[in-house]
């Protein structure tokens, strides 16, 4: 497959989930909350196309307003994730010394450790919630920023423009500002690409394992966990999201891959010491 | 007359990109005698490396478009895989450039050289499992056997202390005892003919005439055939019998070492010499000449010098270009050849470089090209 | 690494402190199905579990038992967290080694095809394969297997622990999405060994071409992949959790997510800080490993 074509498969598919998160709700024509037990559990059909669960709800509705959330909430993480990392990174790298060393011990030490464990034990002792999952997944996810942004600012602060900034007696904030940030941004914007699809599959199984999204809230990936249930009786319930979450991914995974094959050798190898 | 040991004729090797095919060998034809040292030179880019490539058949990812590659009168351009790896077992061995690379860094150097022993000496098969050294599939006495051999062969190439030295890997080892080891290799085959491209341009200057001495006083004891790649002019003076200098895929002049250069009569040829005598860099000698390499996609008419040819004329850039006949084997391909009395300057450089190669031939041909001179009081413009 | 391990320990024990509210009446809350706790019965709680103390006397009381192999009591059974964890271990290990296999079985062949045959079909098909699998939520991969193997074949049991058959369905889940990882590392490590110099050296041997491949390039091909495959360890034990508790399987990962619902720490704290000791254990493993099939690592470790 040639790779043009891919970034365009990876795009496609984000950019149909951007409309889809977009319009999707207002085009669907069922109340995701709305229950007719008269009609629980039917087999996809001209009516509800993706069948119904276990309430009676249309699949197809829920999953589509479950894209607004699961996007939002992939996308707030790894921007706070982003955020988090990129500070921590650059005043590591640009202070140095013991702060430095100090912070990149704690940068190893979450990124030695499985991620998903140590969000799921932060959302446990936090309690089951949306907002919990997500402070529990930006809180083991940002290192891996921190220390790519550390490794730019340490090669860029010995680069000509920066020396010379300093030279010309700017002050710290002066040179972060106007000539660190932007010079290491285009790795960290492709990171995070290669990061929301694994963000999205963070709080997909955190909420299938009861710690995210409560029921009725129509999450895909506690719409998957209540499906489980009936698997033998209503496959669709656990195979649509299913298919959503992998479909999401994929493109999310794709993008990322394409965006960080168009960078600079350098600035791919900062980002493959991850 | 019979068979020369190697014979090439009219080879083109190409490379398929995406911005169309790249000529890199485009119909060149040499033979190498046994016993005689033949070297081809010419900058980065000439395809000299190339034909050294095509002659063992490992020019992938190019391939050969047409030509033949005969060996002892047998063609390997339409050799079956066995075939071709019976010749690589024991008629042909390739030396390549930087013995940092060429060498496998995760087994130890004498078990690189034992395999090549083995290679040699089983005829036939070559069994997986014998080669990954599983234990029980592994014929114990023949590794022992090509140990030993491998041992001797790196006590030939003066590598101090062989027995020690072939448990070690070969990162410990400096750059001399790392190309000694890879001529071990290429000589467990017990080969007829050795191709080596750039076997010393990795090396300082005093491993480089060590190994260089080597190659001739293998070349005598064993009436080995060598073909050695250089950039270097100074190591093909020191070192062959014939030269062959080639540009842009093709040769443009071949003959006794002495003749070619001293009477240098292709263009090309006076030009390289002009530029080895100012002591400069290989790649530096790429841009010391006015003009850009041929376009690599080459394949069209025409002298492939004429764009940087100073006596270029109008015939120049099509058609076949003539190879005129100026000396004994002494052949050169150009139209205006030959160029016997202007460029003066060149003669006269030229005669210093070779008078003082004649006389003193101990004396490394590279320490006369290393007589200052001004970089601008001559060139060939 | 001592210090990793250290901090792994101050973060588990450390996290249920600073988390908001009384750790005692939460727990006493959940225990009591919901009432709230009296004062009285929230004191008694505390001092049984030595919780009035200051954090660094908790810490360095727990820290203590933990050397000697005792990690605590769990707040509601009657057996020991170490016990508990020494029941439930061999499961998840058992999970977590045929997955490694499963997910070797296919990267490492699925890898050197694609390498060797780059651009063809069999590449393409490995490449696309990977992308997939990377992509795919396990849990979900989980319930297609048992959907498909279990309900409609019904080869494989749907659920639990016991013999091979309950171990199958859950290590390809958990084995696959690994795979796709290794496949693509193998792919990138075969084309870099094929395409550096020594390979030329091995075929102008007269090296027949299986073992130019098999020995020369596989070889060091091999070192960054077992890197990758020890780092793994990290995907598989994030995986075993959901995993386990797709199939039901008692394991490490339904222990502690079983604890966490019912805010049962100690257990909580003793799972996490073993699965960090597991962890800083295995990189060392996969250093020990890498040098021996790296030659050239001791010497840089000298000289760097």
Redesign the interface.
Known sequence: ?PSNRLTQVGAGIVLALLVIATFGPTLSPYDPAEQDLQHRLEAPSAEHPLGTDQLGRDVLTRLLHGARLSLGVAAAVTAVRLVVGTLVGLLAGYAGGWVDEALM??V??LL???????A???A???G?SLVNVMLALAVVGWASYARLVRSSVLSLREREFVTAARLLGRSRTHVVARHLVPNAIAPVVVLATLDI?GVI?GT??LS????GAQPPTPEW?TM?AS??NH??EA?WL??A??VL???T??GF??LG?SLRDALSPTQSAQLGEL | MTDPLLRIEDLHTQFGTDSGTVHAVDGVSLTVERGEIVGIVGESGSGKSVTARSILRVEDPGRIAAGTIALDGVDLTDATDSTLRRIRGDSVSMVFQDPAETLNPVFSVGEQVAEAVRIHDTDGSQRLLDYLNVPLFRNRSAWTDAHERAVELMDQLDIPNPEHRSSGYPHEFSGGIRQRAVLAIALASDPDLLVADEPTTALDTTTQAEILDRLRTLRDERELGILLISHDIGVIAQTCDRVIVMYGGKVMESGPVTDVLTTPEHPYTRALLACSTRNVDADERVTALEGRPPDPLGGHDGCPFAERCDHVTPACHNGDVPTIECGENHRVVCSEAPLSDDSAKIERKTETTMSAAETQPSEPHTEVNREKVAPNDEGTR | MAVVLLGVSLLTYGMIFVTPGDPARTILTQQMGGQTPTPAAVEQFRAANGLDDPFVVQYARWMGGVVQGDLGQSYYSDQSVSAMIVQRLPNTIELAVASMLVAVAIAVPAGIVSAVNPESRADYAAQFGSLVGVSMPNFWLGFLLIIVCSLWLGIFPVAGAGGVEYLVLPALTLGSGMAAVITRLVRTAMLDALDAAYIQTAQSKGLRERIVVYKHALRNALVPVVTIIGLQLSYVLNGAVVVEVVFQRPGLGTLLVDAIFARDYPIVQGVTLLIGVIFVVTNFAVDLTYRRLDPRIDLKGDTA
């Open positions: 497959m011990r704690l190893d030490t030695a450790f499985p991620g998903i464990i140590l799921l034990v932060i446990g002792i936090l089951p699809g599959l997909a199984g299938f394992l009861g710690l990936g998957l499906g489980r698997l033998r496959w656990v195979n999201p299913g979450i992998m479909l991914v994929f995974n794709l891959d």
